[in-house]
């Protein structure tokens, strides 16, 4: 069977996260092989299922983590009539990777959203080790239903705590050379700049100016360090607060264009299929409240 795309996590376009209980006992989980944009954790609570990652299957149980990357095939089965439950987070990586990048965390965030697409992260029984885990993702799932103020800032946390769970016991080793927080930190002037100008027209040779580099030595270590080229980058952030935009008020996809600083409809739809691998027009507009 073919691999389908998953549609994206529209719920909230300031917080791209959903969180949800499956229960193989109300609704039988045959899943399909699929990828999607997102990064997906499965928390088992309750029985066994087949997981398959790329073209690997390997049984689940309870209290076992999977971590699932953005664009990684990957399904869940189970069998009928069997009391399984598990837990399900996703969120764009947008969520704890902010555009411009705080140095001090990068290192190890990096290393969780530039994981190998072939790397399995399967946690078995997590309870064993660290009651934390369940009650982190408990935590996380109590606070999305709630949504008290600052659930947000929980969730984010959350999901941190559970990243330093992985490096401390070597499930993600942290590759990043040890100066990299220092080369990060060249740049932060230019992040918070593109932070508040997004909008506007960037030229490479003034963002140089702005950390006192070389034009053409400007050009590489921006790529070495970010892995996107400069224009990447801006139509990276470009596309990113668009979609925010598109997610959140019902305004035309041509203005939404003009708004994040593209100067025609043409150029954005096709950077943001490039960025997005799905065309603006396939978010869903908000719905107004009828009067």
């Known amino acids: 069977m073919q691999p389908y795309k998953e549609n994206p996590i529209l719920s909230e376009a300031s917080f ?39 073209d690997r299957y390997f049984q689940v149980r309870k209290n076992d983590i999977v971590i699932v990357n953005s664009g990684v095939v990957h399904d869940v089965k189970c069998i009928e009539g069997e009391d399984t439950r ?9 969520v704890i ?23 399995i992260y399967h ?43 992985l ?33 506007e027209e960037i030229p490479l040779e003034k963002a140089a100016k702005m950390v006192n580099m070389n034009y053409h030595y400007f050009s590489k270590y921006f790529k070495k360090i970010t892995g996107k080229n400069f224009k990447e980058y801006i139509d990276y952030v470009r596309v990113c607060e668009a979609e ?22 043409c150029s954005f739809n096709r950077v943001f299929k490039r960025v997005r691998n799905y065309p603006p027009s396939s978010i869903k507009k908000p719905k107004t409240a009828k009067k």
Do not use: C
């Open 244 to 265: 925010k935009l598109l997610l959140s008020e019902d305004i035309p996809i041509t203005q939404v264009a003009y708004d994040v600083g593209f100067s025609n409809v």
């Open 16 to 54: 791209p996260v959903e969180v949800f209980l499956t229960n193989n006992l109300k609704n039988h989980i045959k899943g399909a092989p699929h990828w999607h944009d997102f990064i997906e954790i499965i928390y088992m609570l309750e029985g066994t299922a087949t997981q398959q990652i790329n």
């Open 167 to 199: 490096l401390r016991n070597n499930i993600l080793r942290a590759y990043q050379p040890v100066d990299l927080e220092k080369k990060l930190k060249k740049l932060d002037t230019l992040f918070k700049y593109i932070e508040n100008n997004f909008f």
């Open 123 to 165: 946690i078995e029984d997590t309870l064993k080790n660290s009651r934390d885990i369940f009650n982190l993702m408990m935590g996380i799932y109590q606070e999305y239903l709630k949504k008290e103020t600052g659930y947000e800032i929980v969730i984010k946390g959350h999901i941190y705590h559970l990243i330093a769970y």
């Open 86 to 94: 598990y837990l399900v987070i996703k969120f764009l990586p947008e």
């Open 97 to 119: 990777n902010s555009n411009y990048a705080n140095t001090f965390e990068s290192k190890y965030i990096m290393t969780f959203l530039n994981s190998q697409h072939h790397q």
